[in-house]
C-alpha cells in the first residue's frame, strides 16, 4: 500500500537538490555519505561518529598544531643556516623534541583532511547559496590561509622540500615587477639566500594562526551557538590517535637544500605541498591563470551553481499573533531572528520577533518553536496545516481507519521516505524542528492514532539544530512543551539516514502497530572501542599516507644560470639638459656642481662549444637610466662536458669585452649551476 498523501494540497517541498545546478548527483553522494554515517551510527554513540564532527575535529587539530608548534621552538632555530642542523639535532639527541615535531606534523595533516572532507560533505549537502554563501566564501578564504601556514611551515625545514617550496614561490611571483628580480636572485645559491627573508617567512608562519582565528569567527558570524571544539571524549581519540602516529613513524626531514641541483624526489606532504606538481612544470604566467581561475570557481560557487531563486522566501511574523515569548529567537540556529519594541503606539507585548531576510535560510524551526502560530516560511504555514490535518483525519474516521501521520526531513530525502511510510498521511516539510508542540497536541485532539517525526541522521545536518530542539520539546526539557495528558507516547521522532528505507519501514510498522521502538543494532561497549580503533586506524592511515606519499621532481635538462647586478661605465652628462632640468627644481632639492651622467648598458655573451646561447644588452635602471643593469637569465645545458664562455662588456665601447670567463665543466642531468658577475670579483660559478 502506498503511503497516503491525502485530499488536501501538500505543501511546497522543494528540497536543495531542485535549487542547484547538478543537484540530483550531489543529493546521490549525500546519500551515499548518509549511508556511511547509518553504519558508524551502529557502533557508536552520535556524538562520536567522526564523519559528522568533521568541522570541530579540524578546529581540534588546528588548535593541537599550534600549541606543538609554539613548543617546537624549544629545539628549532629559525635560520637559514641553523634550521636544518636543529631538526636533526633534535631527531638524534631529543625523543620528546621528536614527538612534538611529528604530533605538529601530524595535527596540521589530520586538520587539512577534515577541512576537506568537511568541504566535500558541506557542497555534497548544497549547503553553501542564500545566507550561507558568507560561510562558503570565508571557508575557502580560511582554507587558503591554513594552507599557507603549511606551506611556509615546511620552507623553515630548509631540506629538499623546502628548496621546492622556495622555488616555486619564486616562479609564482616572478611576473611581479617590484619582487621579481630580487626575491628571484636571492635563491640562486646556498649562500645568496637572504637570512632576513628566511626570519620573514618564518614571523609570517607564527602570525598567520591569527587571521585564522578571524576568518573562523567570519565563518561562524551567522550561525548561534557553533560547535567549535570537539567533546572530551572524541579529543581523548584525536590526541591518542596523533600521538600514537607520531610515536611509530615519526615525522623526518628530507636531504638537505642544495640549490647547485635538482632533487630526484622525496616523500611529499600532499596535504600542503601538492601545488609543487605546477610550480616545478609551469610558469609564472600561468601559475596566475590558474590561481585566478581556481579562485574565482571555487568562491562562486554559490551564485553559478545556484538555480533561481536562490532560496525560498524568509519567515514572515504575524504581528497581532507574535506573543513576545522570545523562543523563536532563542531556538534559531543562524540568528535571523531579533527581538524588538513595538513602540509606544505598540500593542500587546512590549517585544515583537523580526526576520533578517539576509540570515534567514528558511529552516522553519521557528515554526516549531513557536507556540501562537505567529511565524511561518511561506509554503509551510502551522495555520494551514492544521486545517488540512482535521479535514483528512475527519475523512479517515468516516472510513473507520486510523489516521496516523509521518512529518519527514524534506532535506533528509523526504520523497525516499514516503515510500516506506505505508499508511500514513506523508507530509515532508524543511526540518524536523518545523513540528511545533500546539500542531502535535492538534493532531492528537482530532483523534488522530500518532504522529511521526522523520529526521536527519547524524551527519551533516542541513539545518544544524532542528531535531535536537524537537527532541527536548517532546522531552519536555524546552518550550513549547506537549500539555496534553498522554500525548508523549503517541509521538515518535526517528532520525533517518537516507536510503535506509527497509529500517524506516520496520519502525513505521511498529508505531502504527503500538510496539516499542525497535534497538538499532547498536553495540556494547568493548565492539564500540574496537569500532573506535577501527576509524582511527583508517583516518590515520589516510593522514599518514598523505604525508609521506612519493613525489618525482621532474628531471628536464641541466640548466646555467646567469645572473649580474652591475652598473656601466658613467657616460658624459648633458650639461645643458642638467641645468634646465635643475632650474626647475626647489634650491633644496637640486643636486651639487657635478651632475652625474647615465650609464652605459651591459652586454653579456654566453657560448656553449662555440655556440652562442646569450648576447644581449642590460639596460640600466632608474628614470635617467643612472642605476645599474640586472640580469637573469635560464639557459639549458645537454649533459656530459662542455665549454662555457662569458664576456661582458661594461663601457660605452663596441667590440670591447672587459670581463672575461672560460671554463670546461663536466655537467650532471640534474645540475643546476650559477653564474654570478661582481664588478669586484668578475665572474664566479657555484
Not at 314 to 341: H, N
Not at 582 to 592: E, I
Amino acid at each position: 500500500m502506498p503511503a497516503d498523501v491525502g485530499a488536501a494540497k501538500p505543501m511546497v517541498t522543494d528540497a536543495p537538490a531542485d535549487r542547484i545546478r547538478g543537484g540530483g548527483w550531489l543529493a546521490r553522494a549525500d546519500r551515499a555519505f548518509a549511508r556511511i554515517d547509518g553504519l558508524v551510527d551502529r557502533w557508536l554513540p552520535e556524538s562520536l561518529n567522526p564523519l559528522a564532527r568533521t568541522g570541530a575535529i579540524a578546529n581540534t587539530c588546528l588548535l593541537v598544531a599550534v600549541i606543538s608548534g609554539i613548543l617546537l621552538l624549544f629545539w628549532y632555530s629559525p635560520s637559514v643556516r641553523g634550521a636544518y642542523d636543529s631538526l636533526e639535532a633534535m631527531r638524534e639527541g631529543s625523543p620528546l623534541g621528536q614527538f612534538v615535531r611529528s604530533l605538529h606534523r601530524y595535527s596540521s595533516d589530520a586538520c587539512m583532511l577534515f577541512i576537506l572532507l568537511h568541504v566535500v560533505r558541506v557542497f555534497v549537502a548544497m549547503k553553501f547559496t542564500g545566507a550561507r554563501s558568507l560561510a562558503w566564501v570565508s571557508g575557502f578564504v580560511l582554507l587558503g590561509v591554513i594552507w599557507l601556514i603549511g606551506w611556509t611551515g615546511y620552507w623553515l625545514v630548509w631540506d629538499e622540500r623546502a628548496q621546492q617550496v622556495a622555488l616555486g614561490t619564486v616562479r609564482f611571483f616572478s611576473l611581479l615587477p617590484f619582487l621579481g628580480d630580487p626575491l628571484a636572485r636571492s635563491f640562486l645559491t646556498n649562500e645568496t639566500v637572504p637570512s632576513l627573508l628566511f626570519f620573514l617567512v618564518f614571523f609570517t608562519h607564527m602570525l598567520l594562526p591569527l587571521a585564522v582565528a578571524f576568518l573562523l569567527w567570519l565563518h561562524l558570524s551567522r550561525v548561534t551557538r557553533p560547535k567549535l571544539l570537539t567533546g572530551r571524549v572524541l579529543t581523548f581519540w584525536i590526541l591518542a590517535t596523533l600521538s600514537v602516529m607520531s610515536l611509530l613513524i615519526p615525522a623526518e626531514s628530507a636531504g638537505r637544500a642544495d640549490l647547485a641541483t635538482r632533487p630526484e624526489g622525496f616523500e611529499m606532504d600532499w596535504w600542503y605541498l601538492w601545488p609543487l606538481v605546477l610550480t616545478d612544470r609551469l610558469g609564472g604566467g600561468m601559475l596566475w591563470a590558474l590561481f585566478f581561475t581556481g579562485v574565482v570557481a571555487l568562491c562562486g560557487v554559490p551564485w553559478w551553481l545556484a538555480k533561481k531563486p536562490v532560496r525560498r522566501p524568509a519567515a514572515r511574523v504575524d504581528e497581532e499573533a507574535c506573543q513576545g515569548c522570545t523562543l523563536c529567537s532563542k531556538d534559531c540556529p543562524f540568528d535571523a531572528i531579533s527581538m524588538v519594541g513595538r513602540g509606544e503606539s505598540g500593542q500587546g507585548p512590549r517585544l515583537m520577533a523580526v526576520v533578517d531576510p539576509d540570515r534567514c535560510v528558511s529552516c522553519g524551526i521557528c515554526t516549531g518553536a513557536c507556540d501562537s502560530d505567529a511565524i511561518a516560511v511561506p509554503g509551510f504555514s502551522a495555520v494551514e496545516e492544521k486545517k488540512a490535518l482535521r479535514e483528512w483525519i475527519r475523512e479517515r474516521q468516516e472510513t473507520g481507519e486510523k489516521a496516523f501521520l509521518a512529518y519527514v526531513c524534506g532535506q533528509a530525502g523526504g520523497a525516499d521516505a514516503e515510500r516506506a511510510l505505508a499508511g500514513y498521511r506523508v507530509r515532508s516539510v524543511p526540518c524536523a524542528g518545523w513540528v511545533g508542540a500546539p500542531l502535535i497536541e492538534e493532531a492528537l485532539e482530532q483523534g488522530a492514532g500518532g504522529v511521526l517525526i522523520v529526521g536527519c541522521g547524524s551527519g551533516e545536518k542541513h539545518y544544524r539544530e532542528g531535531g535536537d530542539w524537537l527532541r527536548d520539546r517532546l522531552d519536555a526539557v524546552r518550550k513549547p512543551r506537549l500539555r496534553r495528558p498522554g500525548a508523549r507516547e503517541k509521538v515518535r521522532y526517528l532520525q533517518w539516514h537516507a536510503g535506509d528505507n527497509k529500517a524506516l519501514a520496520a519502525e513505521a510498522l511498529r508505531f502504527r502497530n503500538g510496539w516499542p521502538a525497535g534497538s538499532r543494532g547498536r553495540s556494547g561497549r568493548i565492539k564500540a572501542v574496537a569500532c573506535g580503533v577501527f576509524l582511527a586506524t583508517v583516518l590515520g592511515a589516510v593522514t599518514w599516507f598523505g604525508s609521506e606519499a612519493p613525489y618525482a621532481v621532474p628531471a628536464g635538462k641541466p640548466e646555467l644560470l646567469v645572473s649580474f647586478h652591475h652598473g656601466g661605465e658613467r657616460l658624459p652628462a648633458d650639461r645643458a639638459v642638467a641645468e634646465e632640468q635643475q632650474s626647475g627644481r626647489a634650491v633644496h632639492m637640486r643636486a651639487g656642481p657635478e651632475v652625474a651622467g647615465p650609464r652605459a648598458p651591459v652586454r653579456l655573451r654566453l657560448t656553449v662549444d662555440g655556440e652562442v646561447l646569450l648576447d644581449r644588452e642590460f639596460e640600466p635602471r632608474g628614470l635617467r637610466h643612472d642605476g645599474p643593469s640586472t640580469a637573469l637569465e635560464r639557459l639549458t645545458l645537454n649533459p656530459g662536458e662542455r665549454i662555457i664562455h662569458a664576456r661582458l662588456n661594461d663601457s660605452p665601447e663596441e667590440g670591447v669585452w672587459t670581463h672575461e670567463w672560460r671554463e670546461t665543466l663536466t655537467i650532471d642531468s640534474r645540475d643546476r649551476r650559477v653564474l654570478l658577475f661582481q664588478g669586484d670579483s668578475g665572474f664566479t660559478l657555484h
